[in-house]
Structure formats: structure tokens, C-alpha cells
């Protein structure tokens, strides 16, 4: 056969697959060896010996992480951790944070990343983005390879199987006003020129399943000089990502500097457009709200991490009326569960409207489908790859759901994702695939032992260290 037929490939014929346009009966899925999905048919007629499955959605994207502080989950719940009788505050939860980054080896990181991957996938993540800072060794020297960690990171999503993109981070600056770094910070030290040699030396790993982007981190950790130095000398089209508004401290910090919030700064600063992605936008005026959603660009919101820091509730509701794009991130992953982001995400709203239901539409009254269609919508751009959608062209992401399990048993296709999303605490996933290879199957991934044990290893070094 030519080359250009792609060898291998399979096929799986779904009872109901969630499409763009809503659950759709009899489906064929079929991938080739690429990855690539060729063929998305409803009412077809299941070939013999062809796979079936009950209950058949998009894999989500998870579109913001930072893998080495899976390692910390569970670890900073204690009052007082500051030791100095601060109030304890995302400034507190930092610093305990810096302490473990100085400490972690590139072997480390890999073994934590890689571990995280495989409980994301088997959450139902068949994508992440890493947002990526831990470039220098823990005295700040430079690695002999400028991207020796990050490579790191792509070995681990190779290992576990999942989509990657991957974000090289700029941080030159402690604060607004081009402040020296901390000495906790030299880990992370970069500008524009490293970042881009970072970029270019992970090119040749490029591939359907691993895109390479950048992120200058804040507002506060670049001038907006260096900002857009990046953002242009990168190859056109990468996704760009940055920590934008997440604590009201650092936006009044923004004011003080500039005289403008950070959205409003950066929108006036910046060209940003549909490749950017706006993480923690947590704090916005109701003129950001529309300006943001009229950038085109994504709103990264992670909501687990949110809460967990005390950063505060996205305004999602007037966001969303004025047509803003959303996708979920796991960030610091206290959770690795896509269905755990996006029921605190309704359920903050909630709480804060006091009222149910926000994320629904006169178009879209279910709330779990403007959820999963809206965090796919908004994770496939902000990813940079072609994902979101089971239509050929795409990816070949995808999640069977335990169709036997008596949440699921029997339940109509309109009930599928309200019973995914916001019933008891099983995790419904039963097998995935994701770039067309099962990365899952009946919730096993077949190296999470093996996985499981390099990570405990790192994690007993890591005491001792
Ligand atoms: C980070 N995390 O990059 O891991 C940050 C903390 C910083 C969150 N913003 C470090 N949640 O913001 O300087
Ligand atoms: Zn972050």
C-alpha cells in the first residue's frame, strides 16, 4: 500500500456517540494509524466483528497544568504553613510551593508528570497543555539541554499516552516594574531568547500528538516588551498562555504599575487574539468581560485550584452572553477529574447567583451538555491541535462510558451527561482512547503499576531530599 495510507487505524461502532450537534444513534467511528479520525457516520449498520460500545463522547482537555504540583497535592492544608503568622493566602501556598520546586530533579518531574497523565486520562483528559517553568537546576545554572525538562515532560505524556501541548514559560520579573526574581525563583528564570530556544529545540518532537507553544507566565513576571517579542517571533499560529488576573492582590499591584487592570492592559498591549488563552481571568471588570470575550481568545478557568487557593468566581454567566470561549484546567491537580472542574464551576455559580443552572442556554436548557460542549470548544483552541469534535479530520479522542454501571443502565442519550457530571462519585470512564491508541481500558491503564511505582519512588526521594 502507498505511504500515504496509513497503516493500522481501527473502528468502533458506538449505540449513541455525542457529536457536534448532540447525541446521534449507530454511529461508526473508525481512526487510521495516524490517529486521525476518517470516518464519523450515524445510522450506519455495524460491521461484523466491529467493536461496540453504549455510550460514546469527545476526550476533554485539560488546558492548563503544572505537573510537578501533583507531587504537593494534600500537603499545604494546614494552617500557619507560612511560619511567619501570616494569614494563610495563595502568597503563603506559593512559597510553600517554590520550596518543592527547588527541590525536584528532572527523573522526578517526569515520573510525577508522567503518573498525573495517566490518572488524567483515566479521568477522562485525553489532552493536556503544560504550562512549563522549571527550566534551570535547583541552583539556576542551565542545563546542558535548554530543554532538558521539558523534554522531560513530553517523555511523560508519551509514557502515558496522552495529547500534549506543550507551553515553555518566559519569567524574568518578581513583580510589576521589572522586579529582580527571588532567589526561590531562579529555577524559572528565562526570557524571550531562552524561551525561544526552548521552542525551537522541541520542534522536531512536534507531531499530531504534541504541539509546542509559549507562555510568558504574568503580567507581573514580564514587561510587556518582552510579552510581545514572544508572541511575535513565535512561529504563527502556536497557542500562547499566561496567568492573567487570578488573586486581587496582583490586580490592584497591575493598577499601582500601569494604571490599568491586567485584562485591560494586556488587550490594549497586546495583539491577542483566537491563540491566546487567558488562565485565571478570575477578576474582571464587566468592561473585560466583554472585551475578552470579544478577543476570541480562551478563558482558562480551574476552578478546583481556584477554590482551593482562595483566587475567587469567574464572572461566567455575563461572560458566556457575550459569547466568551471557556476550557477547564487542572492547574496545581488537587483534582485530576474533568467532572470534578466542571461541577465546581456550575456550582460556584450557583452559589454565588444563588440561583441553578447557569451554564444553559434557550438553545441548550442542559447544563452538563453547555459544560462538556463549551470546556471541548474552548480546550480544542486553546490546545493548538485539532481536537473538540468525534468528525474526521480530528483527532481520535474519545471516551466510552460504563454503560452497565446503574447510573448509565437504560438512561435515554439526553440524560447521558447530567448523570456523567453531577451523579454520586464513580468515575463513569471506562475505556479511552486518545491519538487513536487505547490509553484506558475497563479504567486500567496498562502501565499504571509501573507508573504508579517509578512515582512513589520519586515521591520517597523527594522526602528524604
Ligand atoms: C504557578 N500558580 O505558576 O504555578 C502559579 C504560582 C506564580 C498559580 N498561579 C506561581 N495558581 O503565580 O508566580
Ligand atoms: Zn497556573
Not at 214 to 225: D, E, K, Q, Y
Not at 406 to 431: E, K, Q
Request: hydrophobic share 45%.
Amino acid at each position: 500500500m502507498g505511504a500515504h495510507v496509513n497503516r493500522g487505524g481501527d473502528a468502533l461502532f458506538a449505540r449513541h456517540a455525542l457529536l457536534a450537534d448532540g447525541w446521534r444513534r449507530d454511529v461508526l467511528i473508525a481512526w487510521d494509524g495516524a490517529g486521525d479520525l476518517v470516518r464519523v457516520e450515524p445510522d450506519a449498520v455495524a460491521a461484523a466483528g466491529c467493536a461496540q460500545a453504549e455510550y460514546v463522547l469527545p476526550g476533554m482537555i485539560n488546558l492548563h497544568s503544572h505537573a510537578f504540583q501533583r507531587a504537593l497535592g494534600g500537603l499545604t492544608e494546614r494552617a500557619g504553613g507560612s511560619g511567619n503568622g501570616d494569614l494563610d493566602s495563595f502568597w503563603t501556598w506559593r512559597d510553600l510551593m517554590y520550596r518543592f520546586a527547588n527541590r525536584i530533579t528532572p527523573e522526578q518531574m517526569e515520573a510525577v508528570a508522567a503518573q498525573l497523565y495517566v490518572e488524567c486520562l483515566r479521568h477522562g483528559y485525553t489532552a493536556v497543555c503544560e504550562f512549563h517553568y522549571l527550566h534551570r537546576d535547583s541552583d539556576g545554572a542551565a542545563y546542558a539541554d535548554p530543554a532538558e525538562t521539558a523534554r522531560r515532560i513530553a517523555a511523560a505524556a508519551g509514557a502515558a499516552g496522552i495529547g500534549l501541548t506543550l507551553l515553555p514559560v518566559m519569567y524574568a520579573y518578581a513583580g510589576f516594574g521589572e522586579a529582580p526574581l527571588k532567589p526561590e525563583q531562579r529555577r524559572f528564570r528565562s526570557d524571550p531568547a531562552l524561551v525561544l530556544r526552548i521552542a525551537e529545540a522541541l520542534d522536531g518532537l512536534r507531531s499530531p500528538q504534541l504541539e509546542v507553544g509559549a507562555a510568558p507566565h504574568s503580567l507581573r513576571a514580564v514587561s510587556i516588551g518582552q510579552l510581545n517579542e514572544l508572541a511575535r517571533a513565535l512561529p504563527a499560529g502556536r497557542p500562547l498562555h499566561i496567568h492573567i488576573a487570578e488573586q486581587a492582590l496582583e490586580v490592584q499591584q497591575c493598577l499601582d504599575a500601569s494604571g490599568r487592570r491586567p485584562v485591560e492592559w494586556l488587550l490594549d498591549q497586546a495583539e491577542v487574539d483566537a491563540r491566546w488563552c487567558l488562565v485565571h481571568a478570575t477578576h474582571l471588570s464587566a468592561g473585560e468581560v466583554v472585551a475578552l470575550a470579544h478577543s476570541g481568545a480562551v478563558a482558562g478557568l480551574c476552578p478546583t485550584t481556584e477554590a482551593n487557593l482562595g483566587d475567587g468566581l469567574f464572572p461566567l454567566a455575563p461572560y458566556l452572553a457575550a459569547g466568551g470561549r471557556f476550557g477547564i484546567g487542572s492547574d496545581s491537580h488537587v483534582s485530576q477529574s474533568p467532572v470534578e472542574e466542571l461541577r465546581w464551576l456550575e456550582y460556584g455559580q450557583r452559589l454565588q447567583h444563588g440561583r441553578r443552572n447557569i451554564v444553559a442556554s434557550p438553545g441548550r436548557p442542559d447544563v452538563a451538555a453547555g459544560l462538556w460542549h463549551g470546556a471541548l470548544l474552548g480546550g480544542a483552541q486553546a490546545s493548538g491541535r485539532r481536537l473538540g469534535v468525534l468528525a474526521p479530520g480530528r483527532r481520535a479522542d474519545l471516551l466510552v462510558l460504563d454503560g452497565a454501571h446503574p447510573n448509565l443502565d437504560g438512561a435515554a442519550p439526553d440524560d447521558v451527561l447530567g448523570r456523567f457530571l453531577f451523579c454520586g462519585n464513580d468515575n463513569l470512564v471506562r475505556d479511552v482512547l486518545a491519538g487513536g491508541r487505547w490509553a484506558v481500558r475497563n479504567g486500567r491503564h496498562p502501565d499504571q503499576d509501573t507508573i504508579a511505582a517509578r512515582y512513589k519512588t520519586a515521591l520517597r526521594q523527594l522526602r528524604e531530599s
